[in-house]
């Protein structure tokens, strides 16, 4: 039930952008993106709960195709800040608020490297 | 700093020997979970407590492995003879139960001589 991601490594310029897909072979029924620096703990980016729902964090956004079972994380003018392996996490089933699921299968990350 | 913290940060131990970890969650999270994370790979899901009650565990944890989460707060990761294949970054992860977001604490690293 791992999601599949792409592509595995992206190198970027400052100000320019890139784009992370997550796709798994089941239902996909939420996704949660992560960024982790190196050598630091992942850090919650934002969840999509609902297909074709897309969210925005600043100058990073994401979409999510629940028919198409993928989602995708949208990084724009990148900046220096924006180093490090994005993951994407999904959910065995469809979550509840206060229910007691939580268990999130990850996919294996995308490195991504800003360069000045 | 999420709130969530791991010790020790790094654990050199040699194979064969028994090592364990501890996670402390930001206090109001009921839901703790422990993820391993290899070399260019994801957290993979070990096990999760709601309270001090263990919910699920994983079928990468195998009988050396074991977790508790007594009075709900305060976890502990115990390995026991331990493996080279046990090297890894353990993760912490806690949850509200009325929200979505999981927070990772900052791991600690096991290395197996």
């Known amino acids: 039930q791992q999601p599949v991601q792409s592509p595995q490594a992206v190198i970027l310029r400052e100000g320019e952008d890139a784009v992370i897909n997550c796709s798994s072979s089941k239902a996909l029924y939420s996704v949660h993106w992560y960024r982790q620096k190196h050598g630091e703990a992942p850090v919650f980016l934002m969840i999509?709960?609902?297909?074709?729902e897309q969210k925005g964090h600043e100058k990073i956004s994401a979409s999510f195709n629940e028919k198409k079972q993928q989602s995708s994380l949208y990084l724009t003018a990148s900046q220096l800040s924006y180093s490090g392996t994005y993951f994407c996490?999904?959910?065995?089933?469809?979550?509840?608020?206060?229910?007691?699921?939580?268990?999130?299968?990850f996919g294996r990350g995308t490195q991504l490297t800003v360069w000045p | 700093d999420t709130g969530v913290s791991q010790n020790p940060r790094h654990k050199i131990t040699k194979r064969g020997q028994n090592v364990t970890f501890r996670c402390d969650p930001i206090s109001e999270h009921n839901r703790l979970y422990w993820y391993r994370q290899t070399l260019g790979q994801g957290p993979e899901f070990l096990t999760y407590?709601?309270?001090?009650?263990?919910?699920?565990k994983s079928r990468l944890l195998s009988d050396r492995f074991s977790a508790e989460r007594p009075k709900g707060s305060f976890s502990t990761l115990e390995i026991q003879r331990t493996e080279q294949g046990d090297s890894a970054m353990y993760l912490c992860?806690?949850?509200?139960?009325?929200?979505?977001?999981?927070?990772f604490g900052p791991g600690t690293r096991l290395t197996v001589t």
């Open positions: 996490g999904t959910p065995v089933s469809r979550e509840v608020r206060g229910s007691t699921l939580g268990r999130l299968y």
């Open positions: 992860a806690t949850k509200d139960s009325l929200d979505y977001e999981q927070y």
């Open positions: 999509l709960l609902k297909g074709g």
């Open positions: 407590f709601q309270n001090e009650a263990q919910l699920e």
